[in-house]
Each structure stands twice: as C-alpha cells, then as structure tokens.
C-alpha cells in the first residue's frame, strides 16, 4: 500500500536535486519495442537504465534502522542492535560499508529499532526517533565528539485528552537558518530550536514511510497535496503554497481515499520534473527491474553524482540498495516481448513478481501483462471473456494466460491450451510440486492444461457440528433449520451470502467435467441461501447507518467468491456458529489464531477444498512457446514461490520449507472495533504453527474451480427472488436458461 505513496514522494526528489532531463546527454528516452525480427544494428535504438544490487550484511540482532545520503552525496548506513538498543553508523565507499568508530548517538536509545537521520541544511545531522513504552517522539542535534543535545522536549511532551502525545511527526527537516520543521499529517509546523513556534504550513495526510513524506532543499519545501505535490517557499513563512506540481496519475487519489480499505498501487518508474515545469518525463522503466516488484516495499531514493541513483527497498526481512546506472550500448527496450493475459492481474501479486524478476534474470525479454478487466469502464466480465474467447479461437491472443475465472473446459475442449505434462514432469516425480495441486488438474490422458501458481486456504473454526454442516446444501438447511443452532454465516447481503454457498457447494451445483450446471441445483441452491439468510438477518440492501455504520460493510462485495477474508471477530464474539477464513498468506494468522486459542477451537479445513489463485496455462497458438514454457516453471519455481506475497500459499514443497522456516519472527496485529466494545491480539505464527497450517493445506486435494461469468449469471439471475420480484420457480428457471444461452455460445 505504502508503495505508491512512496513512489511519488521520490519523484518529487527527482524533481528538485536532479535537473536533467529524463535521458541521458544525447540519448533518445525509449526505444520501441518490438519481436524478434530481422534489424539492421545500427537501427536499434540504445540507451537503458540498468540495475544492480548493493547488499546490507547484517550480524546477528542487528536491524536496519535508516539509509541516508550526506551533504557531499555519500550514503550512510544506521543500524540498531538488539542486545542494547544502540545505533550503529556505517559509510558506503563503494566497494562495501565501512564501520564507523562513533554514530554520534552515544548515550540514545531505540527501543523500535527505527530512526530518522536528519542532515541538515545548516550543516548539522539531526535524529528523530520513537523512545519508551508509549511511543514518544524525541529529537536530538547530532555533532562529532559531543553528547547529543535533545530538542523540542516541551513539544513532544505534549498530551491529548485520551492520554497520547499531540505530536507524532511522520516527516522531519532543518533549514539552513536552523528552523526545525515537523509534519504531523494535516500540517507541517516550524519551531526555533528552543521551541517556539513559528508558522505552519497545511498539507495533506501522507501515508508513505514516515521518513520521506516531505522534502526540503534549500527554501523550497514540498510535501503532500489534494491533487499534486505543494512547493513552499520557507524563507516568507507564508502558508500559501507557491507552486503545486500535479501527481503523475490519479493513482494516489485513490489510494487516499481508499486506504482503509486495504488498497494500493505500486510505483513501476522513476519519473522527473524540472522544478517550475509541468510535465513528467519518465527516467527508468521500472517494469524492467526490481521496482515494480511487489514484495519491494521502496523506502526511499537518492540521486547520485553521476546521473545515478540509489533506492533503498525491503523485501521480507532482506534490506538492500539498488544502483540505477545509465548503459549507452544497451538497447532501450528489450528486443523480445512476452505477452501474459488474465482478467485481475492487478490483485495477482505472485504472476507480477514472477514478471519482474523474470525479466530481471532475461534483460531482453519484456514481459508484457495485460489485464482483461483492468482500466475501469463498463466492459462486463462476460463481454470481456467473449472476446477473449473469440481472439483464441481465431489462433490469436497472449502467449501465456492466466485462466482464474475463464471456461477453461471449454479451452481444453477446443484445442486452445498447450499440454504441459512435459516440462512440468520433472518438477512432480522429485516431489517439488504438491500432489494437490498437480494431481487435480492431471487429465486421464496424463495431459496438463492448466495449474495453479498459488492456493487460497479455507480453514474453518468453532462450532464442529456447523463446521461439518458446510460438505452440502443440504447439511446447510438441516443446520440452519434447527432454531436453537447460531446462524451459519456472518449477517451480509443475499449477494455476498449466495457468493458464498456457491464457493463452498460449487462442485454440486456444476458439472466439473462440463462446467454445466447440473439439473436442478439452482432451486436448491436459493432455497439454501434463503434459510441461512433469514437465521442471519441477510438483505437485498442495507442502510449504511446499520449496526453502527456496519451497513456499509454487509453491502460491499469483497471478492467473486463473497467471503470478506476473515470472520475472526464474529465467532469470538457468538454472533457466528463458525468462521470460514481464507488463509492466503501469514499475515491472514495472527487473530484467527488468537481466536482459536482464545476459545479453545482447533482450525480445519473446509471439505479439502482450497481456491487455485493465478491459473497457468500456455497458449497453443503461442510462437514464443520456448519462453512461455520458461516462464511457466519459473512462476512455479522456488525462488518465486518463496514469497509471501499475501495472495495464497505456496505450490512449490522446496519453498514451503522456507516459509516454515521463517515462523517464530515475532510480531503481531491488533483489531480493536471503533466503539471499543471488542479488541483482540494476535501474534505472528510459530514454527510449529506454519508447520500445521502446511499439514492443513496438504490435505486440500480439491480445488474450487469457478467459472466467473457462470457465477454472475446464477447471482443475477437469482436476486429479483430474494427482493421480492420474482417466484422461486422463476429466478431458478431464469438462472438455467441463460446460463444454457452462455454454454451454446
């Protein structure tokens, strides 16, 4: 989430210390990319940023603290130890870091293994840093030889009425007359260094890594805007803005307005703008190198001497340094491009991951991936899958497709998708690839269409008669009609709840060989839906107000399979008689473990089903099928594989061990409701504890294998029943027939 945020504070770096243009002297920006044809040499354009990696070697209990850059450009190093909370200062020299005898922090402590290394523009370092049980901001002048000597401590001293201190700063800056300048979300306030305030300067609330959300240089501060970044000219101490630079897309617009509910965009380029300009130029294709990883979390970006640059990013517990260094002889795009379709690459992290570290290893190959239903518009899933289908037929369309939500039957049927049993086979006689994801998807013939790159986890908790009560629709009613029994699932709209039945019974309403529906079930299928609703207290529509302005949450749609993620809270709190959670990667553990040990429930899973996230086949049509197939072991290797990346579990045993491996890392979350009636805390899973969920998963041998467009079809067809416009027999009659018109088409 912070990704993005962070992306475009960096360019606003870019903006104000590195006033070239966006290519370098006498080299055109971009190239056009283009296959493997016949080319003269010398028409190939030339010119790319390329990347390399300057590890942080760490001893034992050491921690990375901050990255920053000196006055000179030199880069530095801050560390803290474990067994003394002390910092620790190293210097990049090029060949590797250089341990300095002082930090200049002798006597300071950092209990959150953080700090905010400050140079100033007068000349002196200064640090910020979180200290004490209750998260106090300190800051201290730094100088050689000297004990530090705090600042502001009446500032920070400073409580509210519910007994937290006023301020927490998130950006901190010095000016060359030694003004201290603090932001603390809607505004940035600058003191004298014995305290005094002096002016302010209102913002927008930045939620990028509280290191980088301003930037000063010289007079000209710029932070955070509604629609662009704001340029202060410090020296007038007035709060109004003197320049605002647009964002470079709408992007963070969105991600502001939306980050409570848990979404983001990452940064795929280094972007620049010369300061008073309008317009961005983009500097390096971040699609090309580690950037546009998803598991980079990106800290922070220095320019360098050279027309270089330095970006500091995190990935797991690994820190490093990447140099961006500008290649004359390398051509500007790759000569050779590798199409990847599916509907929601977007939310599929681990295909994304794959793609940039594919292209990482192969830098003339561009790994082009295109989303289906990605851009906005009003293009349904059904319009979109329509003409899909109609390119692959025609011996057209991507060289590798990812089929989560398409007829893939109907592809297997018809010739679409390459046999991949051939290059797969090594990976599952080792034993490298799980049973249950191989052996599900092998046809009688030994062929294999399609697999998955990563599975989602149902694990259900509480009550064991509900939780056996899930294997039909039948079991379903029989629970639900016994009034004595809690509801079966959580209070949410009829949308989400028919969403939901249809995951869990998905194989008993649809033919697996066919996809078809199977005679009948539509009926069965809304009466089941029907009962569980009216135990649930279910509607067509909710106020938002409801329950405390939950109503907005029971109406939205999380997910094509209806399921919100997690149900933790409403079994803890007896509202539910079971939790059914989709467990996609650790961070989904700690509060339904803390649930279950809370209650004494033990987890299972849910009638040995799991969700295939990020199905992969290759198109038979294919002409680069050599570097499909390539890519394909790749996704399903372990170096990708052993990331968690938060959009299902491994596939991949070698890399199981690994995530088993990282258990016992500490850490934890907390979820406390806004009226405080419920709060609950949850720790990181052990060893022991990802070792159990891997022997759950293990016994998920069936995938759930939906078709998207069959789904819509049942649930819109279905709904004019439940809001009162249309007899049982009629929605269930509706239902069949369009969805018999889908299968003729």
């Given at each position: 989430?912070?990704?993005?945020l962070?992306?475009?504070?960096?360019?606003a770096?870019?903006?104000?210390?590195?006033?070239?243009?966006?290519?370098?002297?006498?080299?055109?920006?971009?190239?056009?990319?283009?296959?493997?044809q016949?080319?003269?040499?010398?028409?190939i354009?030339?010119?790319?940023?390329?990347?390399?990696?300057?590890?942080?070697?760490?001893?034992?209990?050491?921690h990375?603290?901050?990255?920053?850059?000196t006055?000179?450009?030199?880069l530095?190093?801050?560390?803290?130890?474990?067994?003394?909370?002390?910092?620790?200062?190293?210097?990049?020299t090029?060949?590797?870091?250089?341990?300095?005898?002082?930090?200049m922090?002798?006597?300071?402590?950092?209990?959150?293994?953080?700090?905010?290394?400050?140079?100033g523009?007068?000349?002196?370092?200064?640090?910020?840093y979180?200290g004490?049980?209750?998260?106090?901001?300190?800051?201290?002048?730094?100088?050689?030889?000297?004990?530090?000597?705090?600042?502001?401590?009446?500032?920070?001293?400073?409580?509210?009425?519910?007994?937290?201190?006023?301020?927490?700063?998130?950006?901190?800056?010095v000016?060359?007359?030694?003004?201290?300048?603090?932001?603390t979300?809607?505004?940035?306030?600058?003191?004298?260094?014995?305290?005094?305030?002096?002016?302010?300067?209102?913002?927008?609330?930045?939620?990028?890594?509280?290191?980088?959300?301003?930037?000063?240089?010289?007079?000209?501060y710029?932070?955070?805007?509604?629609?662009?970044f704001?340029?202060?000219?410090?020296s007038s101490?007035?709060?109004a803005?003197?320049?605002e630079?647009?964002?470079?897309?709408?992007?963070?617009?969105?991600?502001?307005?939306?980050?409570s509910e848990?979404?983001?965009?990452?940064?795929?380029?280094?972007?620049?703008?010369?300061?008073?300009?309008s317009?961005?130029?983009?500097?390096?294709?971040?699609?090309?190198?580690?950037?546009?990883?998803?598991?980079?979390?990106?800290?922070?970006?220095?320019?360098?001497?050279?027309t270089?640059?330095?970006?500091?990013?995190?990935?797991s517990?690994?820190?490093?340094?990447?140099?961006?260094?500008?290649?004359?002889?390398?051509?500007?795009?790759?000569?050779?491009?590798?199409?990847?379709?599916?509907?929601?690459?977007?939310?599929?992290s681990?295909i994304?991951?794959?793609?940039?570290?594919f292209?990482?290893?192969?830098?003339?190959?561009?790994?082009?991936?295109?989303?289906?239903?990605?851009?906005?518009?009003?293009?349904?899933?059904?319009?979109?899958?329509?003409?899909?289908?109609?390119?692959?037929l025609?011996?057209?369309g991507?060289?590798?497709?990812?089929?989560?939500?398409?007829?893939?039957?109907?592809y297997?049927?018809?010739?679409?998708?390459?046999?991949?049993?051939?290059?797969?086979?090594?990976?599952?006689?080792?034993?490298e690839?799980?049973?249950?994801?191989?052996?599900?998807?092998?046809?009688?013939?030994?062929?294999?269409?399609?697999?998955p790159?990563?599975?989602?986890?149902?694990?259900?908790?509480?009550?064991?008669?509900?939780i056996?009560?899930?294997?039909?629709?039948e079991?379903?009613?029989?629970?639900?009609?016994?009034?004595?029994?809690?509801?079966?699932?959580?209070?949410?709209?009829?949308?989400?709840?028919?969403?939901?039945?249809?995951?869990?019974?998905?194989?008993?309403?649809?033919?697996?060989s066919?996809?078809?529906?199977?005679?009948?079930?539509?009926?069965?299928?809304?009466?089941?839906?029907?009962?569980?609703?009216?135990?649930?207290?279910?509607?067509?529509?909710?106020?938002?107000?409801e329950?405390?302005?939950?109503?907005?949450?029971?109406?939205?749609?999380?997910?094509a399979?209806?399921?919100p993620?997690?149900?933790?809270?409403?079994?803890?709190?007896?509202?539910?008689?079971?939790?059914?959670?989709?467990?996609?990667?650790?961070?989904?553990?700690?509060?339904?473990?803390?649930?279950?040990?809370?209650?004494?429930?033990?987890?299972?899973g849910v009638?040995a089903?799991?969700?295939?996230?990020?199905?992969?086949?290759?198109n038979?049509a294919?002409?680069?099928?050599?570097?499909?197939?390539?890519?394909?072991?790749?996704?399903?290797?372990?170096?990708?594989q052993?990331?968690?990346?938060s959009?299902?579990?491994?596939?991949?045993?070698?890399?199981?061990?690994?995530?088993?491996?990282?258990?016992?890392k500490?850490?934890?979350?907390?979820?406390?409701?806004?009226?405080?009636?419920?709060?609950?805390t949850?720790?990181?899973?052990?060893?022991?504890?990802?070792?159990?969920?891997?022997e759950?998963?293990a016994?998920?041998?069936?995938?759930?294998?939906?078709?998207?467009?069959l789904?819509?079809?049942?649930v819109?067809?279905?709904?004019?029943?439940?809001?009162?416009?249309?007899?049982?027999?009629q929605?269930?009659?509706?239902?069949?027939?369009?969805?018999?018109?889908?299968?003729?088409?």
């Amino acid at each position: 989430m912070i990704k993005k945020l962070m992306g475009l504070c960096l360019t606003a770096c870019i903006m104000v210390t590195g006033l070239w243009g966006c290519s370098a002297p006498g080299t055109p920006e971009t190239g056009t990319s283009g296959e493997n044809q016949a080319r003269q040499e010398k028409d190939i354009p030339r010119g790319r940023y390329v990347e390399s990696s300057i590890g942080i070697p760490l001893e034992d209990g050491e921690h990375v603290a901050d990255v920053g850059q000196t006055w000179d450009k030199e880069l530095e190093l801050y560390t803290i130890r474990d067994k003394d909370k002390t910092a620790i200062r190293y210097v990049w020299t090029g060949d590797g870091w250089e341990k300095q005898e002082e930090s200049m922090m002798e006597g300071l402590t950092f209990p959150y293994d953080s700090l905010h290394m400050i140079y100033g523009g007068d000349g002196n370092r200064y640090v910020l840093y979180q200290g004490g049980d209750d998260y106090k901001c300190n800051m201290a002048r730094l100088s050689e030889g000297q004990a530090p000597q705090a600042l502001l401590e009446h500032v920070f001293s400073v409580k509210n009425d519910r007994g937290y201190y006023d301020t927490q700063v998130d950006f901190g800056a010095v000016t060359e007359d030694g003004k201290i300048l603090l932001s603390t979300g809607r505004e940035t306030s600058a003191y004298s260094q014995t305290g005094e305030k002096l002016f302010s300067l209102p913002q927008e609330s930045s939620a990028s890594e509280w290191k980088t959300s301003g930037l000063l240089a010289g007079n000209q501060y710029i932070t955070n805007g509604s629609k662009g970044f704001l340029e202060y000219d410090i020296s007038s101490q007035s709060a109004a803005a003197t320049t605002e630079y647009a964002y470079r897309s709408t992007d963070l617009i969105r991600f502001r307005n939306r980050i409570s509910e848990g979404l983001g965009f990452s940064v795929a380029d280094i972007h620049h703008m010369n300061q008073g300009g309008s317009l961005w130029e983009t500097v390096a294709d971040g699609t090309l190198n580690s950037l546009s990883l998803p598991s980079a979390y990106i800290r922070k970006l220095f320019v360098g001497n050279e027309t270089d640059f330095y970006v500091w990013m995190s990935q797991s517990d690994l820190h490093e340094i990447k140099h961006y260094t500008y290649d004359r002889d390398m051509p500007s795009a790759p000569l050779e491009t590798l199409t990847v379709y599916g509907l929601d690459l977007e939310n599929m992290s681990t295909i994304r991951q794959a793609a940039s570290m594919f292209q990482l290893k192969h830098p003339d190959v561009k790994v082009e991936l295109i989303g289906g239903q990605e851009g906005g518009g009003n293009t349904t899933a059904s319009d979109t899958i329509r003409a899909l289908n109609t390119e692959l037929l025609g011996g057209n369309g991507a060289d590798v497709l990812i089929l989560d939500g398409l007829p893939v039957e109907s592809y297997i049927e018809k010739g679409v998708l390459e046999d991949m049993r051939g290059i797969l086979e090594p990976m599952i006689s080792s034993g490298e690839l799980m049973e249950q994801a191989a052996g599900p998807y092998t046809q009688t013939d030994k062929s294999i269409y399609h697999i998955p790159s990563r599975m989602i986890l149902f694990v259900a908790y509480g009550d064991q008669e509900a939780i056996g009560s899930l294997s039909s629709l039948e079991a379903m009613r029989n629970y639900q009609s016994d009034p004595s029994h809690l509801p079966l699932r959580p209070k949410c709209s009829y949308e989400n709840l028919m969403r939901q039945v249809i995951a869990l019974t998905y194989d008993e309403i649809v033919d697996s060989s066919t996809g078809k529906l199977r005679p009948g079930k539509i009926q069965e299928l809304i009466e089941t839906v029907k009962i569980l609703g009216d135990a649930s207290g279910a509607r067509v529509s909710f106020d938002e107000s409801e329950d405390g302005g939950r109503g907005r949450v029971y109406n939205r749609v999380d997910s094509a399979d209806g399921f919100p993620g997690s149900e933790f809270d409403r079994v803890d709190r007896n509202l539910s008689a079971a939790a059914v959670d989709k467990v996609r990667g650790m961070f989904d553990m700690p509060l339904l473990l803390a649930v279950q040990k809370k209650n004494g429930y033990r987890m299972e899973g849910v009638n040995a089903s799991y969700l295939p996230n990020g199905t992969i086949g290759i198109n038979q049509a294919s002409p680069r099928k050599g570097l499909a197939e390539e890519f394909v072991l790749f996704v399903l290797g372990q170096e990708v594989q052993s990331s968690d990346l938060s959009d299902g579990l491994p596939v991949n045993t070698r890399a199981v061990d690994v995530w088993v491996d990282r258990g016992d890392k500490g850490g934890g979350l907390s979820v406390t409701l806004g009226d405080g009636s419920y709060s609950i805390t949850g720790s990181s899973p052990t060893r022991e504890e990802c070792q159990r969920l891997f022997e759950t998963a293990a016994m998920a041998t069936h995938p759930i294998r939906t078709d998207r467009v069959l789904v819509e079809i049942i649930v819109d067809e279905t709904m004019g029943f439940f809001d009162g416009t249309m007899p049982l027999e009629q929605a269930a009659a509706n239902a069949q027939n369009k969805a018999d018109l889908y299968f003729s088409e």
